[in-house]
């Protein structure tokens, strides 16, 4: 199911939990870099989520053998103030994403277990992930083209960050998608020790 972008979505995750019984559900996307030595395309499946705005915090169910390390912080917001990432990163957040927090939330009220899976598009902090560009992508995830246009409009040479940060973007999916395809060989195995 897709979800979209943001922490209003998981209402869609209520209305699959209420309608299907489902065995796991595992978030799949894209996420940003906090840590130093993250690198694009690095797959993070991570111990908890933390709801930013509330602090809420959320504990993933192990799935298959790959280490699970880590707090994702999940918000609607864009966060890039230096001083703001180090404190996350002292409290053991390695990636930032807008949706897992939310549905896992809504998994724990439906007593679902839920993991994640989400691979590096960005790191925090680049200074070419801006608002304004964060903005050119629509609520399902899509790029808002004519935001795109608008903004190479007023200065053609930002096709080349634009352009980078594309690749970026697919590099990551690519590598998250195939991590998941991994990880869901292992629904209903015994959680590894």
Same mark, same amino acid.
């Given at each position: 199911?897709?979800?979209?972008? =943001?922490?209003?979505? &998981?209402?869609?995750? $209520?209305?699959?939990?209420?309608?299907?019984?489902?065995?796991?559900?595992?978030?799949?996307?894209?996420?940003?870099?906090? +840590? &130093?030595?993250?690198?694009?395309?690095?797959? @993070?499946?991570?111990?908890?989520?933390?709801?930013? *705005?509330?602090?809420? $915090?959320?504990?993933?169910?192990?799935?298959? *053998?790959?280490?699970? @390390?880590?707090?994702?912080?999940?918000?609607?917001? +864009?966060?890039?103030? *230096?001083? &703001?990432?180090?404190? +996350?990163?002292?409290? =053991?957040?390695?990636?930032?994403?807008? #949706?897992?927090?939310?549905? /896992?939330?809504?998994? #724990?009220? !439906?007593?679902?277990?839920?993991?994640?899976?989400?691979?590096?598009?960005?790191?925090?902090?680049?200074?070419?992930?801006?608002?304004?560009?964060? /903005?050119?992508?629509?609520? %399902?995830?899509?790029?808002?083209?004519? !935001?795109?246009?608008?903004?190479?409009?007023?200065?053609?040479?930002?096709?080349?960050? +634009?352009?980078?940060?594309?690749? %970026?973007?697919?590099?990551?999916?690519?590598?998250? /998608?195939?991590?998941?395809?991994?990880?869901?060989?292992?629904?209903?195995?015994?959680? *590894? $020790?």
């Amino acid at each position: 199911m897709l979800l979209g972008v =943001g922490t209003e979505p &998981a209402a869609a995750t $209520r209305a699959l939990l209420a309608e299907r019984e489902v065995d796991h559900v595992v978030v799949v996307g894209i996420a940003g870099g906090v +840590l &130093a030595d993250a690198q694009i395309g690095d797959v @993070v499946r991570v111990e908890s989520v933390r709801h930013g *705005p509330t602090g809420r $915090r959320h504990t993933s169910t192990p799935l298959g *053998p790959a280490p699970h @390390v880590g707090t994702m912080h999940t918000s609607d917001e +864009l966060v890039q103030d *230096p001083v &703001a990432l180090a404190a +996350l990163a002292a409290y =053991g957040v390695v990636a930032l994403d807008m #949706e897992t927090a939310a549905v /896992a939330e809504v998994c #724990e009220a !439906a007593a679902v277990p839920w993991s994640v899976v989400r691979a590096i598009s960005d790191l925090a902090g680049d200074e070419s992930i801006t608002a304004e560009v964060a /903005a050119m992508t629509r609520p %399902d995830g899509t790029p808002d083209l004519d !935001a795109v246009t608008r903004h190479l409009e007023e200065d053609p040479s930002r096709i080349e960050v +634009l352009g980078r940060l594309g690749q %970026d973007v697919e590099r990551a999916a690519r590598a998250a /998608a195939e991590a998941a395809v991994e990880a869901c060989r292992h629904v209903g195995d015994p959680p *590894p $020790r």
